[in-house]
């Protein structure tokens, strides 16, 4: 019954690769969230999505899209995988977008790691 | 441009002592602050927050204190216990900016029994 959860937790793969995390939240919440976590540990956000409408897009490449079959769910795909890329990368959802006041709960993190 | 900085990546402290975990911002429109709790493999959790019209809440043995002149935020714990022992990151929003969470680096607190 875990709150926020990622699919896969580790992901290895080859430079050029394209591959997929998932991430499901069952609490009800209307935002989703993607941060990544590089290497001097700095939590920085990608993007989120209110009831599956996209509402902030940081400065990410475009080999990044996130993809929210419906408001339960926010995939991230990445394309054409670089070394740069590897990080731990965490799903988080809140209640509303809109209130900077509404907590965020985070999933445990999916290690990618580009070889 | 870091606009949340935590200046101690890790503090070790004495079971049963109090732990302060600072952290500083420069943007002004920040207008909400949390802490995030983290073990290792773990997502963060959320621990505790301030509005920027409070100077001080407290939840249990969790204290923070806003100081909004100085753009310094800080988080007591009292007394620490070894379960305490992780990293602790700092957070910022500004209301008109949909959510969006600034965090700072962390510090890794240690409780030594």
């Known amino acids: 019954d875990t709150a926020v959860s990622q699919t896969p937790k580790y992901l290895v793969t080859q430079m050029g690769n394209d591959k997929s995390i998932k991430c499901e939240q069952n609490l009800g919440h209307d935002t989703m969230y993607w941060y990544k976590q590089d290497s001097k540990k700095f939590l920085k956000i990608m993007f989120s999505?209110?009831?599956?409408?996209?509402?902030i897009n940081e400065t990410v490449p475009n080999r990044f899209s996130p993809k929210s079959p419906d408001k339960a769910h926010l995939n991230l795909h990445i394309n054409s995988l670089e070394l740069g890329d590897s990080a731990v990368y965490f799903c988080?959802?809140?209640?509303?977008?809109?209130?900077?006041?509404?907590?965020?709960?985070f999933g445990p993190g999916t290690r990618l790691t580009v070889l | 441009d870091q606009q949340v900085k935590q200046n101690s990546p890790s503090l070790s402290v004495q079971e049963g002592r109090i732990s302060i975990l600072n952290c500083d911002y420069t943007?002004?429109?920040?207008?909400?602050f949390l802490w995030y709790k983290k073990y290792p493999a773990e997502g963060p959790t959320f621990l505790i927050s301030i509005s920027s019209i409070k100077d001080k809440n407290e939840d249990g043995r969790f204290t923070v204190f806003l100081n909004k002149s100085a753009k310094h935020l800080s988080l007591h714990i009292v007394p620490s216990q070894p379960g305490d022992s992780a990293v602790y990151f700092c957070?910022?929003?500004?209301?008109?900016?949909?959510?969006?969470?600034?965090f700072g680096q962390g510090t890794e607190l240690s409780v030594k029994p």
């Open positions: 957070a910022a929003s500004a209301s008109n900016q949909g959510g969006k969470l600034i």
């Open positions: 943007n002004s429109m920040f207008d909400y």
């Open positions: 999505y209110n009831n599956k409408e996209l509402i």
């Open positions: 988080a959802s809140s209640q509303v977008a809109l209130y900077s006041t509404d907590t965020q709960y």
